[in-house]
């Protein structure tokens, strides 16, 4: 595939080229128009990421990876937007519709740094980089008419997952002896782990059960705890209830099996970096009976090439490992929340906070 349709459902105008500006390198293309304008693929391809890690910066973002623009694999990348309608996996085709454009709702709306309604586009050569000047591939694209070109996105049929954050690594924060909180005012066990990763990242069922409680959480709440479900154990398995989720996909009633999609890790909008589920089992049951120190699912029967076939190994594995995570995990979030805030007062004052952050970063290197 050699044309690229254009990004927008209208042409706006380039508010901002690729090239220097206000003293660093502008990596995209701006293209200014109206919050909620359809945003487009350009080309036939994979959704890579669909986040808003970058809170400050892009904001809701999109990257699309295209294994054929000109003979070579790209990446289009679409930031600033008020709404994302793919997510990580998905197939799109040619002018599906994949966003609303935005900029002028404010970071709280997603927008990131942005200075007002506008979509900012970038083709890269590798995921995380290598960017080149995007307009030469758009300047000459047809604008898609109607919502789309060709068919509308279509999911991969997920599978069950083999890993409890489907292949993304784990990121021990708390164990039960070090805060063992409830979280639910129904949940009669204080045995619980905070288990990190980024925003967005699914997570996998790790017992079977049925769904006795879902429940959604409001007022100042709502972006610490996120939605909350509790899972009856049937066939041998404990009850267990998962926290700060956002997606969950069953409902009150509804049957899960270990490997099945529970929901996806919501965004701490206070600590974005400290983003992670909460896991709590009843009977006192240890989380690595049902996955080992990698997160694979030790009852899963998912086709997942990434999970252990040798569970003797993994439990060893478990044994060794954790001894070391579990010291550092005890101190780890106290200090990682202390240096990112001195980091972030630091950049917004520039001056006064040199002294504290070198201090936390050499008890890091210490630690580690």
């Known amino acids: 595939m050699s044309e690229l349709v254009y990004p927008l459902a209208n042409k ?21 128009v109206p919050d909620g304008t359809d945003v487009h693929a350009v080309a036939d391809g994979v959704v890579e990421r669909s986040d808003i890690n970058d809170y400050n910066g892009y904001g809701n973002f ?11 694999t790209k990446f289009s990348c679409y930031a600033h937007l008020t709404k994302r309608l793919v997510d990580v996996g998905d197939e799109v085709k040619q002018g599906d519709l994949i966003a609303k454009s935005g900029g002028g709702q404010g970071k709280k709306g997603g927008s990131g740094s942005s200075t007002g309604p506008h979509l900012h586009f970038e083709i890269r050569n590798t995921l995380k980089g290598d960017w080149e000047n995007p307009w030469p591939y758009i300047s000459g694209g047809a604008i898609v008419k109607g919502g789309t070109v060709g068919k509308q996105k279509t999911k991969k049929t997920k599978k069950a997952g083999g890993k ?19 979280s639910t005012s129904d949940w009669q066990s204080s045995h619980a782990w905070d288990i990190g990763q980024e925003p967005g990242t699914p997570v996998y069922s790790l017992t079977s059960g049925k769904v006795v409680k879902k429940h959604e959480s409001s007022g100042s709440k709502k972006n610490i705890f996120g939605t909350q479900i509790s899972i009856k154990g049937t066939d041998g398995f404990p009850d267990i209830f998962y926290t700060h989720l956002e997606g969950v996909k069953p409902n009150i009633g509804d049957t899960v099996n270990p490997g099945d999609l529970i929901g996806k890790i919501t965004r701490w909008d206070f600590a974005p970096k400290s983003s992670h589920v909460h896991i709590g089992i009843s009977n006192n049951k240890d989380i690595f009976e049902f996955m080992d120190s990698k997160g694979n699912i030790k009852n899963s029967t998912a086709d997942d090439s990434d999970v252990a076939d040798d569970e003797e190994g993994d439990d060893s594995d478990s044994k060794k490992g954790f001894d070391l995570k579990s010291i550092f995990s005890k101190y780890a979030p106290q200090i990682k929340t202390s240096l990112d805030y001195a980091t972030s007062e630091y950049e917004k004052r520039n001056s006064g906070l040199n002294e504290e952050v070198n201090r936390i970063k050499d008890i890091f290197k210490k630690i580690l």
């Open 62 to 72: 999109i990257c699309i990876k295209h294994d054929d623009i000109k003979g070579k």
């Open 12 to 32: 706006g105008t380039v508010t901002s080229g690729y090239g220097p500006r206000w003293g660093r390198m502008h990596r995209g293309v701006d293209i200014g």
């Open 164 to 182: 409890l954050f489907g292949g993304k690594e784990l990121r021990m924060i708390a164990f039960p002896k070090d805060h063992a909180k409830r």
